[in-house]
């Protein structure tokens, strides 16, 4: 009986670790992805920056 016990505390003990790693593997997930969502904010704004630069030439060169 006591091996059982045992065994069961061991398993509870792996399972306590996975649940952990999963916590912090889908956290680090979710700051990849605002991080991501940061990043194609700024692209945006600098695409759009970009393009009237590009309209300004066009402008300029006509």
């Given at each position: 009986?006591?091996?059982l016990r045992e065994e069961h505390?061991?398993?509870v003990r792996c399972?306590?670790?996975?649940?952990?790693?999963?916590?912090?593997?889908r956290n680090?997930?979710?700051v990849s992805c605002f991080q991501t969502r940061d990043d194609l904010w700024v692209?945006?704004?600098?695409?759009e920056e970009l393009e009237d630069t590009?309209?300004?030439l066009k402008?300029?060169?006509a």
């Open positions: 009986m006591e091996a505390r061991q398993e399972l306590e670790k996975e649940k952990k790693l999963l916590t912090l593997t680090a997930f979710i692209l945006q704004g600098e695409n590009v309209e300004g402008q300029a060169m």
